[in-house]
C-alpha cells in the first residue's frame, strides 16, 4: 500500500501531462489557440506597464487566461461533436455555435477589461 502523500504526488504528476498534453494538441490544431496564446504573450508584459499594481495586472493576465479556457473547452466540443457524428447536423451545428458564442463572450469580457485599464491609465477616464 502506497503512502497517501505518494498518491497525490503521482496524481498531480499524471494530470500535470494531461495538462501539457492537451495544450500541445490545441496549439498544433487550432490557429485560434494560437493566436490567442500569441496576444497573451505580448500581454503579459504590456499588463503591468498598463495596470496600477501587482494585482491589477494579474487580473489582466488571468482574464486572457480565461479565454483560453474558454477556446479549448469550445475545441474539446467541436472536436467531440466531429467523432460523434462528422456528417452535418443541425443540432450539433447549434452546439458547436453556442461554444463559439461563449469564446466570443470571453474575448469581449477580454476586451472590455483591457480597454477600461488602458483609459484609466491614460487618464481617459
Given at each position: 500500500m502506497?503512502?497517501?502523500g505518494g498518491l497525490v504526488l503521482e496524481r498531480l504528476l499524471r494530470a500535470t501531462v494531461n495538462t501539457w498534453n492537451g495544450l500541445i494538441a490545441a496549439t498544433r490544431s487550432e490557429e485560434a489557440f494560437r493566436q490567442e496564446l500569441f496576444v497573451l504573450a505580448l500581454a503579459v508584459p504590456l499588463a503591468f506597464f498598463v495596470s496600477d499594481g501587482r494585482l491589477h495586472a494579474l487580473t489582466l493576465i488571468g482574464v486572457?487566461?480565461?479565454?483560453?479556457?474558454?477556446?479549448?473547452?469550445?475545441?474539446?466540443i467541436e472536436k467531440l461533436s466531429d467523432f460523434i457524428?462528422?456528417?452535418?447536423?443541425?443540432?450539433?451545428?447549434?452546439?458547436?455555435?453556442?461554444?463559439?458564442?461563449?469564446v466570443g463572450l470571453s474575448i469581449i469580457a477580454a476586451a472590455l477589461i483591457w480597454l477600461q485599464?488602458?483609459?484609466?491609465?491614460?487618464g481617459w477616464f
Open positions: 502506497r503512502h497517501t486572457l487566461l480565461l479565454v483560453l479556457v474558454v477556446e479549448l473547452l469550445n475545441t474539446a457524428t462528422p456528417a452535418q447536423d443541425e443540432r450539433i451545428g447549434r452546439i458547436k455555435d453556442m461554444g463559439s458564442a461563449a485599464a488602458i483609459a484609466e491609465r491614460f
